[in-house]
C-alpha cells in the first residue's frame, strides 16, 4: 500500500469540517496541517483534530515538503489563485464548490493549472451518493427512451444572520452570487449530469426576502441539447425550506430523486419498484470514530488520493467541475440582460 499522503486544508470555515472529517477517516491520507488568517479558527480546529501544524499564511505553509495535498475551503472568489499557488508549490489540490466564480477566472484557473504536474480534483461529492450514481446508470442505459421533461426544485432557507455571519456571504466579489451559486450549484452540477448540456436558458433571479447584493430567488426555462424541455427554481428564501429534487420524465417513464432518496421510479411494462440503494459508510481512525460522520466526502478524498497514488484522473477535473459554474453564470447574465442564451 501507498503511504499515506500529508493532507492540509486552508480555511477552517464552516465546510473544512466535511473535508477533516473525511481526510480523518480515509486510510490512504493523514490530516497534517490546517490554516486560516484568523489564528483562533485555526487553533481551534486543530485542536478538535489533534493536528499540530497550523498556519495563519497558506503561502508559508506550502514552504512545507511534508505537505501532499491541500484542500481549499476559503470563500468561492478565492479559490482559483490559492489553486494555482498550491500546484505551482508542488502540491495536488482538492478545491470545494464552486471552483471559481467568473468565467474568465476559471480559464485562467485552468490554463495554469494544466500547466502543472499536480492531480486536481474538484468537489461535487453529491455524485457520489448512491441513489443519484443509479439514476445515472438508468438514464445512460436507455431503458426509459428519450428524455421530455425535467425539472430542478431547490427551495431553500437562509436567515438574515447567516449571510451576516460573514463578510463575504451574499457579495459578487466573493460568493459569486447567491442561491444558485452557494448553495443550489451541488443539485444544478446534478441537474446537468443527468440530463445533458443545456441549449438555452432563460431566466429571472430576484432579491426578495434579504439584504444582499446576489439572489435569493430565481426561475429558469431551459432546453438541452437532447431536444428535451425543463425549469429550474432555486430559492433561500422560502419558509419552511423543501427537500431538493430532480423530476425526469421520459418517453417510457419517469424518476424523481432528491433528498429524500429515489421517490418514483416508473417504468413503462415494468413491473420493478423503486430501486433499493445503500449508501457507503466509511470507519473512522480516530480515539473516537462515532464524532466523524461518514460523508460523501470521504469518497472525493480517497477518489484523489487513489489518483495520485495510482496516477489516474480525479472523478471531477476542473474541466468537469466548471460546466455546473457556467450554467450558473449564464443564467445570472440573462436575468440581467433579460434576454435568452443560446450556447
Given at each position: 500500500?501507498s503511504?499515506?499522503?500529508?493532507?492540509?486544508?486552508?480555511?477552517?470555515?464552516a465546510i473544512?469540517?466535511?473535508?477533516?472529517?473525511?481526510?480523518?477517516?480515509?486510510?490512504?491520507?493523514?490530516?497534517?496541517?490546517?490554516?486560516?488568517?484568523?489564528?483562533?479558527?485555526?487553533?481551534?480546529k486543530?485542536?478538535?483534530?489533534?493536528v499540530?501544524?497550523?498556519?495563519?499564511?497558506?503561502?508559508e505553509?506550502?514552504?512545507n515538503?511534508?505537505?501532499?495535498?491541500?484542500?481549499?475551503?476559503?470563500?468561492?472568489?478565492?479559490?482559483?489563485?490559492m489553486?494555482?499557488?498550491?500546484?505551482?508549490?508542488?502540491?495536488?489540490v482538492?478545491?470545494?464548490?464552486?471552483?471559481?466564480?467568473?468565467?474568465?477566472?476559471?480559464?485562467?484557473?485552468?490554463?495554469?493549472?494544466e500547466?502543472?504536474?499536480?492531480?486536481?480534483g474538484?468537489?461535487?461529492?453529491?455524485?457520489?451518493?448512491?441513489?443519484?450514481?443509479?439514476?445515472k446508470?438508468?438514464?445512460?442505459?436507455?431503458?426509459?427512451?428519450?428524455?421530455?421533461?425535467?425539472?430542478?426544485?431547490m427551495?431553500m432557507?437562509?436567515?438574515?444572520?447567516?449571510?451576516?455571519?460573514?463578510?463575504?456571504?451574499?457579495t459578487?466579489?466573493?460568493d459569486?452570487?447567491?442561491?444558485?451559486?452557494?448553495?443550489?450549484?451541488?443539485?444544478?452540477?446534478?441537474?446537468?449530469?443527468?440530463?445533458?448540456k443545456?441549449?438555452?436558458?432563460?431566466?429571472?433571479?430576484?432579491?426578495?426576502?434579504?439584504?444582499?447584493?446576489?439572489?435569493?430567488?430565481?426561475?429558469?426555462?431551459?432546453?438541452?441539447?437532447?431536444?428535451?424541455?425543463?425549469?429550474?427554481?432555486?430559492?433561500?428564501?422560502v419558509?419552511?425550506?423543501?427537500a431538493q429534487?430532480?423530476?425526469?420524465?421520459?418517453?417510457k417513464?419517469s424518476?424523481?430523486?432528491?433528498?429524500?432518496?429515489i421517490?418514483?421510479?416508473?417504468?413503462?411494462?415494468?413491473?420493478?419498484?423503486?430501486p433499493?440503494?445503500?449508501?457507503?459508510?466509511f470507519?473512522?481512525?480516530?480515539?473516537?470514530?462515532?464524532?466523524?460522520?461518514?460523508?460523501?466526502?470521504?469518497?472525493?478524498?480517497?477518489?484523489?488520493?487513489?489518483?495520485?497514488?495510482?496516477?489516474t484522473?480525479?472523478?471531477?477535473?476542473?474541466?468537469?467541475g466548471?460546466?455546473?459554474?457556467?450554467?450558473?453564470?449564464d443564467?445570472?447574465?440573462s436575468?440581467?440582460?433579460?434576454?435568452?442564451?443560446?450556447?
Open positions: 500500500m503511504r499515506k499522503l500529508n493532507w492540509a486544508v486552508i480555511g477552517c470555515g473544512s469540517k466535511s473535508h477533516c472529517d473525511a481526510i480523518m477517516v480515509a486510510e490512504e491520507t493523514e490530516l497534517y496541517a490546517v490554516c486560516d488568517i484568523i489564528e483562533e479558527k485555526a487553533k481551534a486543530a485542536e478538535i483534530y489533534g499540530k501544524n497550523i498556519y495563519t499564511d497558506y503561502k505553509m506550502l514552504k515538503p511534508e505537505i501532499d495535498v491541500v484542500s481549499i475551503c476559503t470563500p468561492s472568489g478565492m479559490h482559483g489563485e489553486a494555482v499557488e498550491v500546484a505551482r508549490a508542488g502540491k495536488h482538492l478545491v470545494e464548490k464552486p471552483m471559481e466564480i467568473t468565467k474568465a477566472k476559471i480559464d485562467k484557473m485552468i490554463e495554469e493549472l500547466a502543472t504536474n499536480v492531480k486536481v474538484c468537489v461535487f461529492q453529491r455524485r457520489t451518493e448512491a441513489k443519484f450514481a443509479k439514476v446508470e438508468a438514464v445512460e442505459s436507455g431503458k426509459f427512451g428519450k428524455l421530455l421533461l425535467a425539472e430542478a426544485s427551495k432557507f437562509r436567515s438574515q444572520a447567516y449571510y451576516d455571519s460573514g463578510e463575504w456571504r451574499g459578487w466579489e466573493l459569486g452570487g447567491g442561491c444558485l451559486m452557494n448553495q443550489a450549484v451541488h443539485m444544478i452540477d446534478l441537474f446537468i449530469w443527468l440530463t445533458g443545456p441549449k438555452t436558458v432563460f431566466a429571472k433571479c430576484r432579491t426578495l426576502a434579504r439584504n444582499i447584493e446576489v439572489e435569493d430567488t430565481v426561475v429558469a426555462s431551459v432546453e438541452f441539447e437532447n431536444g428535451a424541455i425543463g425549469s429550474l427554481v432555486g430559492a433561500t428564501s419558509t419552511p425550506a423543501q429534487k430532480i423530476n425526469l420524465h421520459f418517453e417513464g424518476i424523481t430523486v432528491g433528498d429524500n432518496g421517490e418514483q421510479w416508473s417504468l413503462e411494462g415494468s413491473d420493478e419498484g423503486i433499493e440503494v445503500k449508501e457507503p459508510t470507519g473512522g481512525v480516530s480515539s473516537d470514530p462515532t464524532k466523524l460522520p461518514a460523508t460523501s466526502h470521504v469518497i472525493m478524498v480517497k477518489d484523489l488520493a487513489n489518483a495520485i497514488n495510482n496516477d484522473k480525479p472523478m471531477i477535473t476542473p474541466r468537469e466548471r460546466t455546473a459554474v457556467d450554467f450558473i453564470l443564467i445570472y447574465e436575468s440581467k440582460e433579460n434576454k435568452e442564451i443560446v450556447y
